[in-house]
């Protein structure tokens, strides 16, 4: 697989868009740091997100498979990005689109996700996930209840961790020349880090696969333990869960990260103002993982990854508010003007 710069000058539609994110070397947050750290742009997809990458080939997958058939509906339960994949490759199918999310999600990304023509169904956050009311419930019962609808199913679907091991995973590995030495990622559906860390495992065994996760979430606990923890609410957004996901293999993962919000939400206001780079709490929360390892290794000679996973602009209201940062109790201090 070779980076198509020759012909994306004539995509033939947005969808030929995703992927092929550039990798870019972090220069300000690390300082003092001599291990390389790069981050995986993936808020540059059409997007605006890692899920672009998922959204066309659940879809493909669908139809080939006779689940998804001219005039049908894709239904979801969604935190907001990947019902905007869903909703831009079905839309320029024909596809209808129902999404249900939980209130905790940013306003923006509702807003977004009926612009490109879905509808929304708003459920609570804090029920547990075998509750009629919960997000992925309500999904499945709409799924069941719509002539022609299927349920993407993102956090079952081996469509998910497919699209990575076929796009992120061979992408990294020639960006990097082959040079990889680390991947740090966040598991949601668990779809990035299963696919992506399986292909780079397969190129060479020795990179480490590190997941992150945001305190209250089950993964990393059960990760080290065996054991299932009670999760809690947190509000970095797209990562973690409640429940081990289907699409998430955690044979290929090596290590497990936790995170705070508040460090989490820090990181990623100092990527936007020292890097430049926009992007949402769950890139801090990652890239705060990865520059932990990057000191400890203190290796000139590694190859850090860190996902890039959203745009920053979902979530203006939130982190970037100082006003929400402070109702949330997250302490900005250290930040240049606070
Ligand atoms: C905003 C966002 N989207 C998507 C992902 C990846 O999720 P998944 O495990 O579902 O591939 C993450 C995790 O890093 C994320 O933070």
Not at 81 to 96: D, E, F, V
Request: aromatic share 8%; net charge negative.
């Amino acid at each position: 697989m070779t980076h198509p710069d020759t012909t994306r000058a004539t995509a033939t539609s947005a969808i030929d868009l995703v992927g092929w994110t550039p990798l870019v070397r972090l220069t300000r947050v690390t300082e003092g740091i001599r291990t390389p750290v790069y981050g995986k742009c993936e808020f540059m997809n059409p997007g605006g997100s890692v899920k672009d990458r998922i959204g066309q080939a659940i879809i493909e997958a669908a139809e080939a498979a006779g689940h998804l058939k001219p005039g049908g509906t894709v239904v979801e339960a969604t935190s907001g990005n990947t019902g905007l994949a869903l909703a831009m490759a079905a839309s320029s199918r024909g596809y209808r689109c129902i999404f249900t999310m939980p209130d905790k999600m940013s306003i923006e990304k509702v807003r977004l996700l009926r612009a490109f023509g879905a509808e929304v169904l708003i459920t609570p956050t804090d029920v547990p996930h075998d509750d009629p009311r919960h997000y992925t419930q309500q999904a499945e019962r709409i799924a069941r209840e719509t002539p022609g609808g299927f349920l993407a199913d993102q956090f079952y679907n081996p469509a998910n961790p497919r699209a990575h091991y076929e796009s992120t995973g061979p992408e990294l590995w020639e960006q990097s020349d082959g040079r990889i030495t680390h991947f740090f990622a966040g598991a949601g559906t668990g779809g990035t880090i299963t696919g992506t860390g399986r292909y780079l495992k397969e190129q060479n065994p020795e990179v480490r696969i590190v997941g992150v996760d945001p305190v209250g979430s089950v993964l990393a606990p059960f990760f080290h333990t065996g054991e299932m923890p009670e999760g809690e609410t947190y509000q970095v957004e797209g990562l973690g869960n409640d429940k081990i996901p289907g699409a998430l293999d955690l044979d290929v993962v090596d290590d497990y990260r936790v995170v705070d919000d508040a460090t989490a939400f820090r990181m990623a206001r100092r990527l936007t103002r020292e890097e430049g780079l926009f992007v949402g709490g769950s890139s801090g929360l990652i890239v705060h993982a990865g520059l932990e390892v990057a000191r400890e290794i203190d290796d000139p000679d590694a190859f850090v990854v860190c996902v890039l996973c959203d745009w920053g602009e979902h979530y203006l209201t939130k982190l970037y508010s100082d006003e929400w940062m402070a109702e949330h109790g997250f302490p900005l201090h250290g930040e240049p003007g606070s």
